[in-house]
């Protein structure tokens, strides 16, 4: 990367001059953005190969619609980070929210420690390597590209799944409905190499022999009443069995649920079947 | 949409600036609401006496003959001052009481919140100049509350604006949308509960507000609307010694939670964290689904 980066400061100048210099670079330019202070859109919709550091946290759809160039932040992103990505890489130092790498086409989305809920949610051929823990619902009707998760995995990781690999380290919650566990073979050991590789300093360390692979049982492709199981499966993750914890253990807080109120349930449960 | 912020000073540190910060917080959350706001602020208060914060609605009320009427029926000294078209009572009497009387006796006006360290103000107009009138900026305390409403599923008024108390010292501010408030209010209001607004998050408030005074603690009470609350929800809520968050199992509305050794804050959006001294340093993360994180200041 160059040294001769041009700056820009958003506490001075806006983010729509930052992204249209962005937009109007050519390819071998870098560029340097420092206090972005959360804000949304940072980076977004870059189509030369450039190089862009971001020293500091960003808000919402930072690095989206990204292709050709290089994005780094130093920090944290919200929700949608490198949304829709098609080629080039983007990777972020921090903690990324909700929908890191959301349908991503191509490319390599780096986050270093934790992404949260729906991480790579309908991902059609991105590479997502995070070296923490992602979220519940991750890859989450993904399609084509690779997640590759360092730590753990929270509930119903992969659900309805088709195409995509996901590659987890640590342990899984739970998979979700037509996610199943898949033999290891020397190429998933290959791609995951490459991918940590590629990934740098995120994932120094890790050794690709120690991850398992998840992928698509293939039973809700085509619907057929036999696997109405599944699909009501797919429906009540969708909606009820997210994980229950907190301040206390997870089986305290059951307990509780157990002993809560049965004169408000049935009272609920008789408005749903009026709703019915 | 909607736009939530809460602070909480675990030092002293802050404490003499809080409501400058809740501020700033506020502002930038106004993107998100800019249809109405409201912030509640904790500080120690004098124990034993209540504080009642009414909205009347209107400007230019002369509360002093409702002061008297109310010392008459609780047989306990009360006093009150006007906050623009707000007035706070304080009372050495019962609380609740004083609470329900007010309801019931003062025509227009809607009782916003009670307890001995909590002032609640809400306004419809942009955020930033709601937090003006009131004057949030010159407040100090130990925790704050404030919302920024885009309105989805009642009118826009400031009844209906956010926080809203759910019982002594407690308050709930909502980003989202409850589908079964309905059922749920002839349910509460059967079983004691009275309501102001037709607005879906009072509802949210009036089940904790029921599940506390049944003997929950606010723990518990939010594992019960894990269950018996159905729609999207992050939800902020206040007591009187800390504050406690809690989202839906799904997830889709926003949180963000950054935490130093001398304050934890939570929003919408990380933009209104990054406003605060020393969040380049503060440990910064999502709350996970259908979770319950409390910060408390007797931890």
């Known amino acids: 990367m160059s040294t001769l980066g041009r700056v820009f400061d958003l506490a001075q100048v806006s983010r729509r001059e930052l992204n249209q210099a962005l937009h109007n670079a050519a390819g071998g330019e870098s560029f340097e953005v420092v206090n972005p202070r959360g804000a949304h859109a940072v980076a977004c919709g870059i189509t030369a190969d450039i190089d862009v550091v971001v020293r500091g946290s960003v808000g919402y759809y930072c690095a989206g619609m990204h292709q050709q160039g290089r994005v780094r932040v130093e920090g944290n992103a919200s929700t949608g980070l490198a949304e829709n990505i098609m080629s080039g890489e983007v990777h972020i130092t921090g903690n990324a929210t909700m929908s890191a790498g959301a349908t991503g086409c191509g490319g390599l989305l780096v986050v270093g420690g934790n992404s949260g809920a729906r991480c790579g949610i309908s991902m059609k051929g991105v590479n997502i390597v995070v070296g923490g823990n992602v979220g519940h619902m991750s890859a989450f009707m993904a399609q084509a590209g690779n997640l590759v998760v360092c730590g753990d995995a929270a509930a119903d990781l992969g659900d309805s799944i088709y195409e995509a690999q996901i590659f987890v380290r640590g342990d899984v919650e739970s998979l979700g409905a037509d996610c199943v566990e898949k033999e290891v073979r020397p190429e998933h050991v290959d791609t995951v190499s490459r991918l940590l590789a590629a990934a740098g300093e995120a994932a120094s360390g890790v050794d690709p022999s120690n991850f398992r692979r998840y992928g698509s049982a293939r039973r809700l492709y085509n619907f057929t009443i036999d696997d109405v199981d599944a699909a009501q499966a797919a429906a009540r993750a969708a909606r009820w069995d997210a994980p229950v914890g907190g301040v206390y253990g997870e089986s305290a807080v059951r307990e509780m649920q157990r002993e809560r109120s049965d004169e408000l349930a049935e009272s609920l449960d008789d408005g749903r079947e009026d709703a019915g | ?299």
């Open chain 2, 1 to 299: 949409m909607c736009g939530i912020v809460g602070l909480f000073c675990k030092t002293d540190t802050h404490r003499h600036e809080l409501g400058r910060l809740t501020e700033v917080m506020l502002g930038e959350m106004g993107d998100r609401g800019p249809d109405s706001a409201g912030f509640a602020v904790y500080d120690a208060g004098r124990p034993g006496r209540t504080r009642i914060t009414v909205l009347a609605g209107r400007l230019s009320v002369d509360w002093a003959p409702v002061a008297a009427d109310l010392e008459a029926a609780l047989n306990a000294e009360v006093t009150v001052r006007a906050v623009h078209d707000h007035a706070v009572f304080s009372t050495d009497g019962d609380g609740r009481a004083a609470r329900q009387w007010l309801i019931d006796h003062v025509a227009g006006a809607t009782v916003l919140a009670y307890g001995s360290q909590i002032e609640l103000y809400k306004a419809v107009g942009y955020p930033d100049q709601v937090a003006e009138r009131y004057d949030l900026a010159s407040r100090t305390g130990t925790h704050a509350l404030a919302h920024t409403r885009m309105a989805t599923e009642s009118a826009i008024t400031t009844a209906g604006s956010h926080p809203f108390a759910t019982g002594a010292d407690t308050c709930l501010v909502h980003n989202g949308s409850l589908s079964n408030h309905n059922r749920l209010r002839r349910f509460l209001e059967a079983h004691g509960e009275s309501f102001q607004t037709e607005n879906d998050s009072e509802v949210a408030a009036g089940y904790l507000s029921w599940r506390i005074r049944s003997g929950d603690s606010i723990s518990e009470a939010l594992v019960g609307a894990l269950d018996d609350l159905d729609g999207f929800y992050t939800f902020a809520i206040g007591v009187a010694d800390g504050f406690a968050i809690l989202r839906d199992p799904i997830a889709c509305k926003p949180a963000v939670v950054a935490e130093t050794d001398d304050w934890v804050a939570m929003s919408s959006e990380y933009r209104a964290i990054a406003r605060l001294p020393g969040a380049v340093d503060a440990e910064v993360w999502e709350p996970e689904p259908a979770r319950i994180y409390s910060w408390s200041l007797a931890a």
